[in-house]
């Protein structure tokens, strides 16, 4: 099936550093979700995206919808330690009707501190 | 609120047996969705439901059958387990607005088939 390209597949940052990500797709969509799951746990949305060019704040975390629609980019500042785990996108194309998403592959963060 | 919950968090089964996992949400959402999460891929769509007594299949529907006899509760069964259905299962559910339909999860169960 479809998923969208996730990277970094990992990476490990000090704390205190700045973290960016990215999500891309060869298709538009008009929604864009971004996760974040500890060890053992489900998924938990950290922000969530509905036009192009939108960024939006979270705290500590920002989330821009791509002017193509075909991206989203995450980042983090100051990262601490809690900030370890995996960051998913996930994005609604304009024809799924039924709300449904693609998910990304994840970016797995480690935080030394 | 209790959000999305589900039950059991842990089962191993031996291949051939049958169970049921239960999904529940408390926030009066129309849509339910289970997916499967496996090693190195994203979440994977086994089925779906966009209301009370309606089911579709999804990406990955093949050994699973589903129900959704409440709006609340979400219910995904295998028939006869097979290994290649261990995995984490995750339920999540999202409300029927245009311009919020974001998907909230559950903390999911763990499926071993030996």
């Known amino acids: 099936g479809q998923q969208l390209n996730q990277s970094p597949q990992s990476m490990f940052i000090q704390e205190g550093e700045d973290v960016s990500m990215n999500c891309t797709s060869s298709?538009?969509?008009?929604?864009w979700l971004w996760y974040k799951q500890d060890p053992g746990e489900g998924p938990v949305l950290l922000i969530a995206?509905?036009?192009?060019?939108e960024l939006t704040s979270n705290g500590r975390l920002t989330a821009q919808f791509g002017i193509t629609r075909k991206d989203s980019f995450l980042n983090i500042s100051a990262s601490i330690p809690s900030d370890v785990g995996i960051y998913f996108c996930?994005?609604?194309?304009?024809?799924?009707?039924?709300?449904?998403?693609?998910f990304g592959t994840g970016t797995r963060l480690k935080v030394l501190a | 609120n209790a959000g999305v919950t589900q039950t059991p968090k842990f089962r191993v089964l031996k291949t051939g047996q049958s169970m049921t996992l239960l999904c529940a949400q408390d926030?009066?959402?129309?849509?339910m969705y289970w997916y499967r999460q496996d090693p190195g891929m994203g979440l994977r769509l086994i089925h779906y439901?966009?209301?009370?007594?309606?089911?579709a299949k999804g990406e990955v529907p093949d050994g699973y059958n589903v129900s959704r006899l409440k709006k609340q509760n979400f219910l995904l069964g295998l028939e006869s387990a097979a290994p290649s259905q261990t995995s984490v299962y995750f339920c999540?559910?999202?409300?029927?607005?245009?311009?919020?339909?974001?998907?909230?999860f559950g903390p999911g169960t763990r499926l071993t088939v030996l």
């Open positions: 999540a559910s999202s409300p029927h607005h245009k311009g919020n339909n974001e998907q909230f």
């Open positions: 439901s966009v209301g009370e007594g309606t089911t």
């Open positions: 996930a994005g609604q194309a304009p024809t799924s009707g039924t709300y449904k998403y693609i």
């Open positions: 995206l509905y036009k192009a060019g």
């Open positions: 926030m009066n959402h129309e849509y």
């Open positions: 298709s538009i969509f008009n929604t």
